[in-house]
């Protein structure tokens, strides 16, 4: 039966004007019993399984990280971890961040694409390095320790600090923002394995590294990737 107004009327098939209000709810009641179905709603988001908080947990945090990496790069003959770079980082909800700083000097070689800044100048980097890891320290309840971390990042800050950029990279090396990123990125790593080596530390930091350096408070660049 279909409604007209306030009554109800039966529905006849020989009714020509009937059959488009009849169309569009018989398309309504599939489309409803499809989605159902999927268990999806159209904001993507499950109406029957919305009260499991595990259904929003990405699967990525159930696997080791190192299971967890996508790799670009490469005709696939050769070892996918090596030498490549993680499409993303992998859910890992815990962080701790330590702030430093850097005062260099540098040129871009005269290069016209750098405009004024081709020409020797001096910058002040406000630097952030992020820990981060899918689970805290068994006896520790940390991701890293606090003092560590910062005696790393002041250790591998300190090569730079107070130096002509163009001196320490040589001629023709563009340093930008962006390039000391990955540059300093690869100096925590170095130190992080450096150190765990030495401890024999099975339970030492194992996550991912984010390094921001602030040019000002409207502009920065930043370099993420795997400590292992």
């Known amino acids: 039966k279909c409604c007209n107004g306030r009554h109800f009327i039966p529905f006849q098939a020989s009714n020509p004007k009937m059959m488009p209000s009849f169309s569009l709810c018989a398309i309504i009641i599939c489309l409803a019993y499809a989605a159902s179905e999927a268990d999806a709603s159209l904001f993507g988001i499950s109406s029957t399984k919305a009260s499991k908080p595990s259904s929003f947990r990405p699967k990525s945090a159930l696997l080791p990280i190192q299971q967890n990496m996508s790799f670009r790069g490469g005709d696939g003959d050769e070892d996918p971890t090596k030498d490549a770079l993680p499409i993303s980082r992998p859910y890992l909800p815990y962080t701790l961040a330590i702030k430093d700083s850097i005062m260099i000097a540098h040129s871009f070689h005269g290069h016209p694409s750098f405009g004024p ?61 962006e390039f000391m990123c990955k540059t300093i990125h690869d100096g925590v790593v170095e130190k992080l394995k450096e150190k765990y080596a030495k401890d024999e530390d099975e339970n030492g930091f194992k996550g991912w590294i984010k390094v921001t350096l602030w040019e000002s408070h409207k502009a920065w660049a930043s370099f993420e990737g795997s400590s292992l």
């Open 117 to 177: 800044a081709g020409g020797l100048h001096g910058a002040t980097y406000t630097v952030d390095v992020e820990f981060a890891s899918e689970s805290l320290h068994p006896e520790c309840n940390w991701v890293i320790d606090i003092g560590v971390a910062s005696d790393m990042v002041a250790e591998v800050l300190k090569k730079y600090n107070y130096k002509n950029l163009d001196e320490v990279f040589g001629e023709g090396v563009m340093t930008t923002t």
